[in-house]
């Protein structure tokens, strides 16, 4: 469960939700509550959250201007120098709501919000060039005058990762040229990526995918030890990390721990994290992470689901996995996720609990299409070993007088290689004795 940490340099937030006709109440809820989550992370405290009804949404001011100037007046009231809108809103709702905020208070939607935790928490060059074109692309339709004598003003949550004092000044042009400019780098960095990935076209590669703050990292880092970013915090891996991880057994796979997802991503980052997530696109087997503790697991996969499918990755063989069972108190919420989800695995990445149950999965599912064979070394031949060794599982060993047996369990692939090497051996071998 997320704790809120209480800091009084912090700033104040009002948060604003819009309920139509269709809308789930306890959607909403749901949906302020991730956003009061995101804006802690951001480094904002959301003290008030205001939820308006409507029929349709106002094209000018989304929620109608009556209710904007409440909702100002009620910030100022409280001391808030901040007001955070639950869904995407239009550069028009944006700018017309912002004349009526005037200049003391910052006005921002989930996306802004989003993308200003995107730029703090970016750290290598491929996730900052994703998020500045991400921010560039947000950006370009909501340049104004206004907005950006208002930027230049104030400091703090939503004015981080997109351009800076003096790149505020510069037209939709400019904008647009650095767009074009971040999209050729991110290209370049793509193609690095591919030939990365085409060294690795041989190894059994496995990504861990699922909402943010499930305990991707925390995962990664108790079956390799790597020592990735870990924070109770929305969205603290930005960047891919692939590390290789030998099994019990023997078999080495690649594991890749990746940006998370959230509901309602917005579109332009997942367009600009594509490369970030192609780690995934590449995989064998996914990873899917959830939360068992977080009271909202049903949503939690639905929103996996919905993401992968957007970037076509659902085809790919899956393992559902529910994590942080140590968090679960009620052992009737335990019990009736067993019952809804059979085939999941029930872990504790941090307790280290079960992994062991995840592990002879992977295991499983990795020798599903594994051959046994066995081959017969001669003494002559022993240099093949390494070989085999490295990338088959050996079942028994029998040294003979003349030569060794080795029973071995691997892939196709793997074993035709084997048996092309000790062909050409054999061949050298008859040439040199001229027989
Ligand atoms: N109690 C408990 N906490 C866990 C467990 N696994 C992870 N956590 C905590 O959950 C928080 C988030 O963990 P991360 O591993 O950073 O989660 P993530 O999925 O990588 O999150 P993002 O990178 O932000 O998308 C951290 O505070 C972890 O210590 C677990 O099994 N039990
Ligand atoms: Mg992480």
Not at 198 to 222: C, H, I, P
């Amino acid at each position: 469960m997320y704790t809120v940490p209480k800091d009084i340099n912090r700033e104040s937030a009002v948060t604003v939700a819009l309920i139509q006709s269709d809308d789930s109440i306890q959607r909403v809820m749901e949906e302020l509550e991730e956003l009061r989550l995101l804006a802690d992370t951001a480094g904002a405290e959301v003290v008030d959250s205001i939820v308006q009804r409507r029929k349709e949404v106002d094209p000018a001011t989304y929620i109608g201007s009556g209710k904007v100037k409440e909702i100002v007046n009620q910030a100022v009231e409280l001391s808030c120098t901040l007001i955070i809108f639950n869904d995407e809103i239009t550069p028009t709702q944006l700018k017309n709501i912002r004349k009526i905020a005037g200049e003391d208070i910052k006005v921002l939607d989930r996306t802004g919000l989003i993308l200003d935790i995107f730029a703090q928490h970016a750290r290598t060059k491929e996730a900052k060039t994703q998020v500045e074109l991400a921010h560039m692309q947000y950006l370009l339709p909501r340049l104004t005058r206004m907005w950006t004598h208002l930027e230049r003003q104030m400091g703090g949550v939503g004015t981080r990762g997109g351009p800076g004092e003096t790149q505020i000044e510069i037209d939709r042009r400019l904008i647009m040229k650095r767009i074009t400019q971040l999209k050729s780098e991110l290209e370049k960095i793509d193609k690095q990526r591919q030939t990365q990935l085409q060294n690795r076209k041989e190894e059994f590669r496995v990504a861990l995918v699922g909402y943010t703050n499930a305990g991707k990292s925390t995962l990664m880092k108790s079956l390799t030890g790597a020592d990735v970013y870990i924070r109770d915090q929305l969205f603290a891996t930005l960047d891919t990390t692939t590390r290789k991880m030998e099994f019990p057994k023997g078999t080495k796979i690649l594991i890749s721990d990746t940006v998370g997802f959230i509901h309602k991503l917005p579109h332009d980052l997942v367009a600009s994290f594509k490369s970030t997530l192609k780690e995934a696109a590449e995989a064998n087997l996914l990873l899917k992470l959830v939360d068992a503790s977080s009271g909202q697991v049903a949503h939690h996969i639905q929103t996996i689901e919905e993401v992968l499918m957007s970037i076509q990755l659902d085809k790919i063989e899956s393992i559902l996995i529910f994590n942080k069972i140590d968090q679960v108190t009620d052992q009737t919420v335990m019990k009736q996720l067993k019952i809804e989800y059979p085939q999941a695995i029930f872990i504790s990445a941090l307790r280290q609990l079960k992994l062991n149950e995840l592990v002879d999965v992977i295991q499983n599912i990795i020798e599903k299409d594994f051959i046994t064979h066995t081959f017969k070394i001669r003494y002559s031949e022993t240099g093949i070993l390494d070989n085999i060794y490295s990338s088959m599982i050996v079942l028994s060993r029998n040294d003979d007088d003349d030569a060794i047996d080795l029973k071995v369990r691997g892939k196709k692939s793997d074993m035709k290689s084997v048996k092309d090497k000790l062909k050409e051996m054999r061949t050298g071998l008859s040439e040199t004795l001229g027989i």
